[in-house]
């Protein structure tokens, strides 16, 4: 069965009250378009690289204000909404990045916490330790829905290839990685890495960012995505400023791509042997 699904781009600021108006706006202008699967970016509901600050206005997810928003917001419109995700409030004081799929009578079908944290030292700069505030998640799941079956990802978990082959394996036809890609690493590898992960998957990969300039300074790169399973963009937003993507899913175009390239039935079991070579005369022996 077809569907219509929407990546829907936006440029998240320090107030989880305001994202979440914007957020419904955006969603509603995806629904009127014909999707009735919507995604938002991770983090939809703040971007705020000062911790104190963030931990002041963090709810748990029963108050959250996002996950409430996304809930009525899959009733009205009769959709199924992707919650990117949003920062919870943890019991043990720390935070879950966690993304929330509502059915449309807003019931949560699926959670997601983030698996790989990002910490890293950009070259410019830019130093992220996530791990130093979220607790990662450490359970994938494929979600069985009416017309497809849904893999789940997060941002930087994009470069973790076994995630998506585990889920594909596992019998997923659509994978969905919303993101905050920074401006430096959305510039090298973002479109790259998830043409990769539909290509050597077979899988449609629907991907909602955040784009441009944001409240607490840091800069997004954008480019939000629905990539079919053989690599083609079928829908993409520029580098800044909100936005909605809408594109046909038809699961059976990943049956062709698997029937065309079947790399999942070809896979097979090996070992690897870490060896010294050694040197005789120039040649290695």
């Known amino acids: 069965m077809s569907f219509k699904a929407a990546a829907v781009q936006m440029c998240s600021g320090v107030d989880p009250v305001k994202n979440a108006a914007a957020m419904a706006r955006l969603v509603r202008e995806a629904a009127g378009q014909g999707a009735t699967y919507v995604q938002t970016p991770e983090m939809t509901g703040m971007l705020q690289r000062d911790r104190t600050a963030a931990r002041a206005v963090l709810a748990d997810e029963a108050h959250d204000i996002i996950v409430k928003t996304g809930s009525e917001l899959a009733i009205e419109l009769g959709i199924y909404m992707h919650v990117g995700s949003t920062a919870i409030a943890l019991a043990d004081g720390k935070i879950a990045n966690r993304g929330f799929l509502f059915g449309p009578d807003g019931r949560v079908l699926n959670r997601y916490d983030k ?7 950009l070259d410019n700069g830019e130093s992220w330790r996530e791990s130093a505030a979220y607790t990662a998640g450490s359970e994938a799941r494929v979600l069985s829905l009416p017309f497809a079956e849904m893999g789940f ?5 994009v470069r973790f290839p076994a995630l998506f082959r585990a889920q594909a394996v596992a019998g997923a036809e659509v994978m969905t990685v919303p993101a905050a890609f920074t401006k430096q690493t959305g510039e090298a590898h973002w479109e790259i890495l998830l043409r990769a992960r539909a290509i050597e998957n077979g899988v449609f990969v629907i991907a909602a960012a955040q784009a441009g300039r944001h409240e607490d300074g840091r800069e997004t790169f954008g480019h939000s995505m629905i990539i079919d399973p053989w690599g083609t963009v079928l829908a993409s937003a520029g580098a800044t400023g909100e936005a909605v993507m809408v594109a046909e899913i038809d699961p059976a175009a ?14 097979r079991e090996f070992s690897v042997e870490k060896i010294a070579g050694a040197i005789a005369g120039g040649v290695a022996a």
């Open 115 to 121: 698996i790989h944290m990002f910490d890293v030292d």
């Open 153 to 157: 990802a997060i941002c930087y978990d």
């Open 254 to 267: 990943v049956k062709a791509a698997h029937d065309k390239i079947p790399n999942l039935r070809n896979g």
